[in-house]
């Protein structure tokens, strides 16, 4: 573990960044350490640079403070969150130009990128991570509703098995700044706009079962996303609705980026090692958690991913 404010102490300017297309735990980790370090360096200039996020974690503050280009100069210290550099999106220049690279993350397939690396892949998320680098005592509401919105999009609001006994202690810890976390849970994580139940309904109506029902899979291509007027952000939950299925291992879910081009996002359970079949296609994550982009016809990309399912699934029996 790294002493936070000591590897950053005398910089006058400092860079926070995550993933592109930024999800709960992303957005989480990224606020509580920006609201963190403005609140213990005043007088450095600290800034977060993202994709816009979701409307839905408009709750968090400081959202409005995001910026999504990269300036001119790049920062003293930048800290890549939830990530590697390649997947910085527009701030990659300035992570790879920075005085000092801090990479921290809990993905598995990250070996670590900066001059710092904090890794850890038992971690139920990087906004945890993010929580055992604060000094309790300089922590507020706000910090603590920033990291607790991250933990519960990350482990699937402690239902998921990256939810440790360390992840109960923490989510308690954090409740104990007196937010309204059932809200946040409802807001943040359970409800949707009446666009992603349409689309999430015909990508179940026309999902299918493969590999004699151990696999799921569904897409939804752009004009379907064109039809409903959908965004990236309105396709979360769909991949996981599909695990939920009985009898799968593996779910797959797709949707269209470019011409013969998809977005893959899989779930899996104990049997199927996702974020090893990511991997080799180019993307990563964890064990049960992981996604990719890949190219051709769909039929192409299922076939593609279910040689390496089914190789999996063959060796554990």
Same mark, same amino acid.
């Given at each position: 573990?790294?002493?936070?404010?000591?590897?950053?102490?005398?910089?006058?300017?400092?860079?926070?960044?995550?993933?592109?297309?930024?999800? $709960?735990?992303?957005?989480?980790?990224?606020?509580?350490?920006?609201?963190?370090?403005?609140?213990?360096?005043?007088?450095?200039?600290?800034?977060?640079?993202?994709?816009?996020?979701?409307?839905?974690? *408009?709750?968090?503050?400081?959202?409005?403070?995001?910026?999504?280009?990269?300036?001119?100069?790049?920062?003293?210290?930048?800290?890549?969150?939830?990530?590697?550099?390649?997947?910085?999106?527009?701030?990659?220049?300035?992570?790879?130009?920075?005085? !000092?690279?801090?990479?921290?993350?809990?993905?598995?397939?990250?070996?670590?990128?900066?001059?710092?690396?904090?890794?850890?892949?038992?971690?139920? #998320?990087? #906004?945890?991570?993010?929580?055992? +680098?604060?000094?309790?005592?300089?922590? *507020?509401?706000?910090?603590? !509703?920033?990291?607790?919105?991250?933990?519960?999009? %990350?482990?699937?609001?402690?239902?998921?098995?990256?939810?440790?006994?360390?992840?109960?202690?923490?989510?308690?810890?954090?409740?104990?700044? $007196?937010?309204?976390?059932?809200?946040?849970?409802?807001?943040?994580?359970?409800?949707?706009?009446?666009?992603?139940?349409?689309?999430?309904?015909?990508?179940?109506?026309?999902?299918?079962?493969?590999?004699?029902?151990?696999?799921?899979?569904?897409? @939804?291509?752009?004009?379907?996303?064109?039809?409903?007027?959908?965004?990236?952000?309105? +396709? %979360?939950?769909?991949?996981?609705?599909?695990? %939920?299925?009985?009898?799968?291992?593996?779910?797959?879910?797709?949707?269209?980026?470019?011409?013969?081009?998809?977005?893959?996002?899989?779930?899996?359970? *104990?049997?199927?090692? @996702?974020?090893?079949?990511?991997?080799?296609?180019?993307?990563?994550?964890?064990?049960?958690?992981?996604?990719?982009?890949? #190219?051709?016809?769909?039929?192409?990309?299922?076939?593609?991913?279910?040689?390496?399912?089914? !190789?999996?699934?063959?060796?554990?029996?």
């Amino acid at each position: 573990m790294i002493q936070l404010l000591n590897e950053i102490k005398g910089a006058a300017t400092i860079g926070i960044g995550g993933h592109i297309r930024p999800d $709960g735990d992303c957005v989480g980790a990224c606020m509580a350490l920006y609201l963190y370090l403005k609140k213990c360096m005043p007088e450095a200039d600290v800034r977060v640079y993202l994709e816009r996020p979701a409307d839905i974690f *408009d709750t968090i503050a400081g959202t409005e403070e995001i910026r999504t280009q990269a300036d001119a100069q790049a920062p003293d210290v930048f800290f890549a969150l939830d990530c590697e550099s390649s997947r910085l999106g527009a701030a990659k220049p300035l992570f790879e130009q920075a005085g !000092k690279k801090i990479n921290i993350d809990h993905h598995i397939s990250n070996m670590g990128c900066g001059t710092v690396n904090y890794i850890d892949a038992q971690a139920s #998320s990087t #906004s945890e991570m993010i929580y055992r +680098l604060l000094e309790k005592e300089r922590m *507020d509401a706000e910090i603590a !509703k920033a990291l607790y919105i991250g933990m519960i999009h %990350d482990t699937g609001v402690f239902q998921y098995s990256n939810t440790s006994p360390e992840t109960m202690r923490i989510a308690a810890d954090l409740m104990e700044y $007196g937010f309204d976390f059932s809200g946040l849970i409802a807001r943040t994580f359970y409800e949707k706009t009446y666009v992603q139940h349409q689309i999430m309904g015909r990508a179940l109506l026309e999902s299918f079962l493969f590999l004699h029902g151990r696999c799921i899979v569904s897409v @939804v291509d752009r004009k379907l996303m064109e039809f409903y007027n959908a965004a990236p952000q309105d +396709l %979360d939950g769909i991949v996981s609705q599909l695990r %939920d299925t009985r009898g799968v291992d593996c779910a797959i879910f797709m949707y269209e980026t470019d011409i013969m081009q998809y977005k893959v996002s899989m779930r899996s359970t *104990d049997r199927v090692n @996702v974020a090893e079949i990511a991997s080799y296609f180019g993307g990563g994550g964890h064990k049960k958690a992981a996604g990719c982009t890949m #190219s051709g016809t769909f039929h192409d990309v299922v076939n593609n991913l279910s040689l390496h399912i089914e !190789k999996q699934l063959q060796e554990e029996q």
